[in-house]
């Protein structure tokens, strides 16, 4: 072969200058596409899709009636609401002990649970607030319990009236003689209250929150820094914007060592309200506030519904 032969032949057969290395990004894309970028769309789509069966776990029963639990009469009584949209909401009246102010009507707690389990595991804690000298009413929320439905913001946000307004109207309780108490998920409920029109907000004695939250998106970026799940969530839960319109003390109970809902996000709830107390609880964990602590706020409270002259603590 001539030389000129050998040096087309070479021409035809050798990459230009440069295609190599252009030709050796196409497996680097195609591996980072493979494993890295649909496995991190296919946890956003999957993840986005099922988040309400992670925000909400509920425990599921048959019947948590008080006959079918044995409880007894003084103890507990069933109540219930039916919705607009046609689902029923269980729950109990827990009586408050009679040993406390026996010449008074006692004044009633509204409970609103956290996004996991049912009334029934939380016997023992509406029985020690019960002590305390305030009725306790709890509802489950839609799909919690004997409750039917299912959550969602929307949904357990119109609950939260309903259960308001049941313990005004349907149980006669004056507002000034109604405390709210919130713990994790249910202090964004209790404060959704506050998400209606001005003229259809309560104005109870006092609002308590245990272990919650200013925004479900803030939590969400806190554990998720490397996903958008805060941008895809359905349920927003804007407590930070609610809680400006509480007229209420507010006092917030809030573990420092909480990792499910972090102590940053009760401080800045806290920052919102004038009106708020927080309390921080050293080294508490999420589902670790102190029972005698929180009768202790109770009874305060108590002790100032039962005598309207006594004056509000100053707030920090």
């Known amino acids: 072969m001539t030389d000129l032969s050998l040096r087309m032949t070479n021409m035809t057969t050798d990459p230009r200058p440069g295609t190599k290395i252009r030709r050796g990004w196409k497996p680097l894309a195609r591996f980072l596409f493979i494993y890295a970028f649909i496995p991190y769309l296919s946890i956003v789509v999957i993840v986005t899709v099922f988040q309400r069966r992670l925000m909400y776990q509920p425990s599921v029963a048959d019947n948590l009636s008080v006959t079918k639990l044995k409880l ?8 219930q609401i039916r919705t607009p949209d046609g689902r029923q909401l269980k729950g109990w009246l827990i009586y408050a002990s009679r040993k406390v102010h026996p010449q008074q009507a006692p004044p009633l707690v509204i409970y609103f649970p956290g996004n996991a389990g049912n009334r029934h595991e939380r016997l023992s804690d509406l029985r020690e607030i019960g002590s305390t000298g305030f009725d306790v009413l709890i509802f489950d929320y839609r799909g919690y319990g004997d409750s039917t439905g299912d959550p969602s913001e929307s949904a357990l946000t119109a609950d939260a009236q309903l259960i308001w307004q049941f313990g005004c109207k349907e149980l006669k309780y004056p507002p000034d003689r109604i405390v709210l108490f919130g713990e994790s998920l249910g202090g964004a409920v209790t404060l959704s209250l506050w998400s209606a029109s001005p003229d259809q907000r309560p104005h109870p004695a006092a609002v308590i929150l245990n272990s919650t939250f ?6 969400v970026a806190w554990h998720y820094p490397l996903f958008p ?33 972090p102590l940053s996000q009760g401080r800045l709830l806290a920052s919102r309200s004038n009106r708020s107390q927080l309390i921080e609880v050293a080294g508490g964990t999420h589902n670790s506030i102190p029972m005698a602590s929180l009768m202790t706020q109770l009874k305060a409270i108590r002790d100032r519904i039962s005598d309207p002259t006594e004056e509000e603590p100053d707030q920090p």
């Open 214 to 219: 200013a925004s479900m998106p803030g939590v």
């Open 229 to 261: 799940f805060q941008f895809l969530l359905f349920d927003r839960w804007r407590s930070i914007d609610r809680i400006t319109h509480v007229p209420s003390p507010v006092v917030i109970f809030h573990g420092t060592a909480d990792d499910i809902v």
């Open 72 to 79: 007894a009469p003084e103890v507990a009584s069933d109540v």
